[in-house]
């Protein structure tokens, strides 16, 4: 029996710099915690972005990771609704369940314990992991599953139906459950409308997968890569645009004149404030919404033109993990897909072990892989 003691486990961390595997010392779970049994691992491009800023402050060494479907070990003080033995799987999207926000139907943004990007235990404000030699490693993202055992608030764990593999159960943890849920809930986009989604990396197609299912009579996929059209078709986009082949000519012009004035969706899956602005300006007069899932660098600003702002009916809206509240849409995404509606096998392009996570990261920079599962 593991439960109480701390737990000696094999972790991955690193800046910028391949990953090492080394040994960790994993505590148990205080009050409102739960200790997870990682049994496999996807990797998101938040994992890239933030191993790439080596230079933030006091973030390093850290254990990365926030994809991912586990086991619970064993649980602290306070923790009614899960116990050991559980399928669960870690989101970096508090939802205490409890607050006006957790509470209503119209918001996902926990005001009791509001998102951000911290390094610590979302309560106390301290680390569960320290090395053989006492140093201690941050958290990532309130997650941390780059390693066998991990320590995880109650608020950022949903239990998830057994049933579910769980190299697919994995991507509901992030990537997956943020464009499907982007496309469903926070654009809700009706049969017979016409998208367009800018960036066909695992985010968009995720998108497309949720545009599919609802319905949605034209996918116009926009990316420089033009190797995604062939594996979007697989994911419902019918039209690809490469943006690398209209010269200067603004892609926004190229959309309004396939789409005849414009679309009812335009979905920007980058995080880029130029392409943003692109979307905005090819969604239709009227009723057309743009929705942005791409997030850009801390403190980047988005410019627009108030009269095309005001006056146009058009909406712009953000979208922070596809508009889903954890605890209570999760379960509804994953009957979708046990119903075979929601179709996740076409994401999963490579796996590998533990040991191999650095192909992982390679993989997914080169643009080689949508998702990666990386097994413990
Ligand atoms: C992202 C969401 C926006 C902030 C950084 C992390 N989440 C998951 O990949
Ligand atoms: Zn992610």
Excluded at 278 to 283: I, L
Aim: charged letters at 20%.
């Amino acid at each position: 029996k593991t439960a109480g003691k701390p737990i000696h486990c094999r972790v991955a961390r690193k800046a910028g710099e391949p990953l090492v595997i080394e040994e960790v010392i994993v505590a148990p779970p205080k009050a409102c915690e739960v200790r997870i049994k990682i049994v496999c691992t996807s990797l998101c491009h938040s994992d890239v972005t933030f191993w790439k800023l080596k230079d933030f402050p006091g973030c390093f060494p850290r254990i990365l990771g926030h994809e991912a479907f586990g086991i619970v070990e064993s649980v602290g003080e306070n923790v009614q609704d899960l116990k050991e033995g559980d399928s669960v799987i870690p989101i970096f999207l508090p939802d205490c369940t409890e607050c006006i926000d957790c509470t209503s139907k119209k918001s996902n943004s926990c005001s009791q314990f509001q998102f951000k990007v911290s390094p610590w235990m979302l309560r106390d404000g301290t680390s569960r992991f320290t090395t053989i030699d006492g140093e201690t490693l941050y958290h990532f993202l309130s997650v941390s599953s780059f390693a066998e055992y991990t320590v995880v608030d109650i608020a950022n764990v949903t239990k998830i139906d057994p049933r579910v593999p769980p190299n697919r159960a994995c991507l509901f943890s992030c990537g997956v459950s943020t464009g499907v849920g982007a496309a469903l809930k926070t654009a809700n986009v009706e049969q017979g409308s016409t998208v367009v989604i800018f960036g066909l990396g695992g985010i968009g197609l995720a998108v497309a997968e949720g545009a599919r299912i609802c319905g949605a009579s034209r996918i116009i996929g926009v990316d420089i890569n033009t190797d995604k059209f062939e594996i979007g078709k697989q994911f419902g986009v019918t039209d690809f645009v490469d943006s690398n082949s209209y010269g200067d000519k603004p892609i926004s012009q190229v959309i309004n004149e396939m789409t005849n004035g414009g679309a009812d969706y335009c979905f920007e899956c980058v995080g880029m404030g130029t392409l943003v602005q692109e979307a905005y300006a090819c969604c239709r007069k009227g009723w057309g919404k743009t929705i942005v899932v791409g997030v850009d660098k801390p403190g980047a600003l988005l410019t627009f033109k108030s009269l095309d702002i005001l006056h146009l009916g058009k909406t712009i809206m953000g979208s922070l993990f596809g508009g889903l509240k954890p605890k209570s849409d999760i379960p509804l995404l994953v009957k979708r897909y046990l119903d075979k509606e929601l179709e996740l096998d076409k994401f999963v392009t490579h796996e590998v072990s533990f040991q191999h996570i650095n192909t992982a990261f390679d993989l997914l920079v080169e643009g080689k892989s949508l998702r990666c599962v990386i097994w413990m």
